[in-house]
């Protein structure tokens, strides 16, 4: 990508757009790479980048922050008429590659099965450009994928007309060939090489009208569907990277303990250990097979320091929230009103695949493969602490297991380079379960106290006071938001949490004077981003108190919420899922719905749930509807299975899943304790709705949790007349922890 010439420049020229230099890359076939121009060059262009003063929430923070970055995307037609395009985003299993692939495929007319998109190495010229978050992808790189894919197809114009003959406005694509009116046609791959001449002058062509578009839109399996059913996908510990050998961690018994002693003889002695070593998180063991690795690394003996917040239990940590929780500024004496108050466990991200990576350090360079939301950070950070220069250190990002934001953290990618510097070989680095729940990153506990006040039978004001365990932003998102710094029209240098809050969650009602305000207890524990951040805990609780309102004043839930949104599209969503779940419907005793609606990236949806709670201590849910407008869907049917996943975690995380955590530790350590919901636990009787396009692309990634969690929250509530406080509802410590 160094070589790149400015040889034939394509701009669109479509007013309201951002614009693109297209640049020919020295390469024997078809290569392009596109950077954004500056608004310097272009001040007369309209930009659909958002403006420092258009800022609204987090993805518009992300896509500024992004907006210098040259050299973005670099597509690759090659001569067997297959199109290679590097993706600088992690495919963690929310389907991007399906969704860029599909773009690609669009605006070059190929087949779908003809594009491959590939996961993009750290590139540190990305700078703030290569991180996976915030519901962000494909509202970022929806423009400039198809500005690369038509300035290509361009080229393939400009080169079929000399092989034609013909002049380039006589002349369509279809299906991977260029085709000329009187039935002849060049086939992309006889095109690559041609059209990757410097000298070939091509004209400027701009992207498809949306309303022409045949694949974009249409629900599309994923791409790699079939790879993932036969086991051929390959994960990070799939890859055969030479010498590198099984590698396990002994971790402390509390949370960020370090090691004082350690007694190894034993553990040197069994079969197959290659190499014991100390890192700063415990001590790694190296062996032929995971299962030797394992079982000397229960034959360690270690002394160990003390953790960070030994002694502490839920009890402590809750008592620590309340009372960091700021005060209400409304009294409320001579005021009708509703007040509440929740608290919301811990929970692990809990993702399929446990973290994991592999390394091979040498004296001279590094080389690192993971799965990494933040790759340029995480090459940052590893060659730093190696001692390397970042040009000496290679990161390569693979497929990812699930995230949910977990992946953001590299925690795993710099304990193998630790490990395989001081024993001078490759290592191939697993957490076990236990690690990943019981040392991975949480979703902070949360605690919050809201108050509505109430007047002439409306919400006068409505206050919300969020107390959290600190949120750990250090994976990137904490750099971008310290370079935009004052900029920033939430509130100038505010805090990585406060920009982060007040840029995700928004009250979506007309409830009078409103304000959130959070609050955090800076406790060092192993905290990260949730899948919907503070949305899911903050949104949920608010869906929660509207019920409770709606009851106050003598009105139907769906009824208050349709007469307090302020858009139709807001309202379309609400109206779908209270027809098609037929809300209202006379149902058995022990049996009720709940409904919830969230708005947020742009994107606003909402969601009806049935419960069966004649057993307290056993509801499930039974039947969901949910309605989502994302603006414009690439993928209805991706978009289906991430409001499906939002889906799970919410019932998930209201119900029955979270994290205890006694004398500094976790308690939970595998998926039986942790009680994720299983197949049993979720409805067979899921309808989803994707409202017709209408816009640009907004965020969906996470959007469907926080509606979920109140919708869940409140047919518990209607079902069983108790109105829950703490989550999740049914929260016992019914398994025997495994050992420290």
């Known amino acids: ?237 799939d890859l055969e990277v030479p010498g590198a050998m099984p590698t396990v961690l002994r971790r402390p018994p509390t949370i960020n303990g370090s090691v004082r002693s350690v007694d190894d003889s034993a553990a040197r002695r069994m079969p197959g250990v290659l190499g014991i070593a100390v890192i700063p998180t415990g001590v790694a063991v190296v062996a032929e097979t995971f299962g030797q690795a394992l079982d000397a690394r229960d034959a ?113 990618a710099l304990e193998a380079a630790q490990v395989s510097q001081k024993l001078g070989r490759p290592v191939k680095l697993m957490w076990t379960r236990v690690d990943d729940m019981r040392h991975g990153r949480a979703r902070p506990a949360t605690h919050h106290k809201l108050r509505a006040t109430l007047g002439l039978g409306k919400v006068l004001t409505y206050e919300h006071r969020v107390a959290a365990v600190e949120t750990d ?82 009105k139907d839930p769906v009824a208050f919420r349709r007469s307090l949104l302020s858009s139709a599209r807001q309202r379309a969503v609400l109206d779908k899922v209270a027809s098609a779940g037929r809300w209202g419907r006379a149902m058995p005793r022990g049996f009720a719905q709940g409904v919830g609606f969230h708005e947020e990236y742009k994107s606003c949806t909402a969601c009806l749930v049935e419960i069966d709670a004649r057993d307290p201590r056993s509801p499930r849910v039974v039947k969901a509807v949910i309605a989502a407008d994302v603006g414009r869907p690439i993928n209805p049917r991706g978009l289906e299975s991430q409001l499906l996943g939002g889906l799970t975690d919410a019932l998930s995380t209201t119900l029955r899943a979270g994290l205890h955590i006694r004398d500094g530790l976790p308690l939970e350590g595998s998926y039986s304790q942790f009680h994720y919901a299983r197949q049993k636990d979720t409805p067979r009787d899921v309808e989803i709705f994707v409202m017709p396009a209408n816009g640009e692309p907004g965020g969906a990634g996470e959007l469907g949790v926080p509606a979920a969690v109140g919708a869940v929250a409140n047919a518990y509530a209607r079902a069983t007349g108790i109105r829950p406080r703490s989550f999740p509802i049914n929260f016992p410590v019914d398994f025997t922890p495994f050992p420290r």
């Open 1 to 237: 990508m160094e070589d790149l010439n400015a040889a034939t420049p394509s701009t669109a020229r479509d007013p309201g757009r951002r614009r693109f230099l297209t640049l020919l890359v020295a390469a024997p076939t078809l290569t392009l790479a596109t950077r954004l121009i500056g608004s310097e060059p272009v001040a007369e262009a309209a930009m659909r980048a958002p403006a420092l003063a258009d800022v609204a929430d987090l993805g518009d923070v992300l896509i500024l922050a992004g907006k210098p970055t040259s050299h973005l995307l670099v597509l690759e037609l090659r001569e067997d008429g297959t199109v290679r395009f590097q993706l600088p985003r992690a495919e963690v299993g929310q389907g991007i590659t399906t969704a860029i692939a599909m773009l690609v495929a669009e605006e070059l007319d190929v087949p779908l099965g003809k594009v491959e998109v590939h996961l993009d190495d750290a590139r540190s010229e990305l700078m703030m450009n290569q991180l996976t978050g915030g519901s962000n992808t494909i509202r970022s790189m929806y423009e400039p994928v198809r500005a690369t894919a038509a300035a290509a197809r361009g080229r393939l114009l400009a080169a079929a007309a000399i092989a034609l003959g013909l002049p380039v406005d006589r002349l369509s694509t279809r299906d991977g060939a260029v085709v000329a009116p009187d039935g002849r046609s060049a086939t992309y791959a006889s095109l690559a090489r041609p059209a990757a001449d410097r000298a070939l002058r091509a004209a400027t062509v701009a992207p498809k009208k949306e309303s022409t578009h045949t694949l974009v839109g249409t629900p599309t399996s994923r791409v790699d569907a079939r790879a993932m059913v036969t086991g051929t996908l390959k994960y990070t510990l």
């Open 300 to 412: 360690l003996k270690v002394v160990w320091n003390d953790g960070t917040i030994d002694g502490l239990s839920d009890a402590d940590i809750q008592k620590k929230l309340r009372a960091a929780a700021l005060p209400f500024a409304v009294p409320p004496v001579l005021t009708q009103h509703v007040d509440a108050e929740f608290d919301f466990a811990f929970a692990s991200h809990a993702p399929m695949e446990t973290n994991s990576a592999v390394a091979d350090v040498r004296e001279d360079r590094a080389e690192i493969w993971a799965g990494l939301k933040s790759p340029v950070v995480a090459k940052q950070t590893i060659a730093g602490q190696l001692g390397l220069p970042e040009s000496k250190v290679t990161v390569h990002v693979t497929q990812g297991g699930g995230s949910f934001g977990r992946r953001l953290f590299f925690d795993a």
């Open 473 to 554: 932003f250090r994976h990137g998102l904490g750099e971008i938001l310290t370079a935009m710094g004052s900029q920033l029209p939430v509130g100038g240098n505010l805090s990585f949490a406060q920009t982060v809050f007040h840029t995700t969650v928004k009250v979506p009602y007309d409830f009078g004077v409103v304000t959130e305000l959070l609050s955090e207890i800076p406790l060092q524990m192993h905290t990260g981003s949730w899948r919907s951040v503070y949305s899911a805990n903050t949104r949920g609780a608010e869906e929660i108190l509207v019920d409770e309102i709606a009851e106050k004043l003598g």
